[in-house]
C-alpha cells in the first residue's frame, strides 16, 4: 500500500522560512512526477509546485522565486523549501505522486498518490 507522509509545517511569521517533506512508503521505484498542492479555509486546492523523476521542476506563480521543490528519487522523497512567507501561503501542504507520466503537473485530478496534509499558518 502506497503512502505519501508529510513532515515539517507549523507557524512561523511573515517573512520565516518553512522546510516541508514527503516520504512514499510502500513503493520502491521512483514516483514518475511529486508535487506539492495547498489549501486554503474556504478555498480550492491549489498547485504548488511539482517535479518529474529526471528533470521538469515547474512552479505557481505564486511560488516563483521564493519557493523550491527538490527530490531525492533514489529515496523517493520530495521537498518544499519555503522562505518570505506571506500570510497568504498559509493553508494545509498535501504531498502527491504519481507513477505514471501525466501532462498537467497543476491538476490535483492527475495524481492517484496524497498525503494527509500538513498544516503550514503565516502570522502578519
Known amino acids: 500500500q502506497v503512502q505519501l507522509i508529510e513532515y515539517g509545517g507549523g507557524l512561523v511569521q511573515a517573512g520565516d522560512s518553512v522546510r516541508l517533506s514527503c516520504l512514499v512508503s510502500?513503493?520502491?521505484?521512483?514516483?514518475?512526477?511529486m508535487g506539492w498542492f495547498r489549501q486554503a479555509p474556504g478555498k480550492e486546492r491549489e498547485f504548488v509546485a511539482a517535479?518529474?523523476?529526471?528533470?521538469?521542476?515547474y512552479y505557481a506563480n505564486s511560488a516563483k522565486g521564493r519557493f523550491t521543490i527538490s527530490r531525492d528519487s533514489a529515496e523517493n522523497t520530495v521537498d518544499l523549501q519555503m522562505n518570505s512567507l506571506k500570510p497568504e501561503d498559509s493553508g494545509v501542504y498535501y504531498c502527491?505522486?504519481?507513477?505514471?507520466?501525466?501532462?498537467?503537473?497543476?491538476?490535483?485530478?492527475?495524481?492517484?498518490?496524497w498525503g494527509r496534509g500538513t498544516q503550514v499558518t503565516v502570522s502578519s
Open positions: 510502500g513503493h520502491t521505484l521512483p514516483m514518475y512526477v
Open positions: 517535479k518529474y523523476w529526471g528533470g521538469g521542476t
Open positions: 502527491a505522486a504519481d507513477r505514471t507520466n501525466r501532462n498537467d503537473y497543476a491538476d490535483s485530478s492527475e495524481y492517484a498518490y
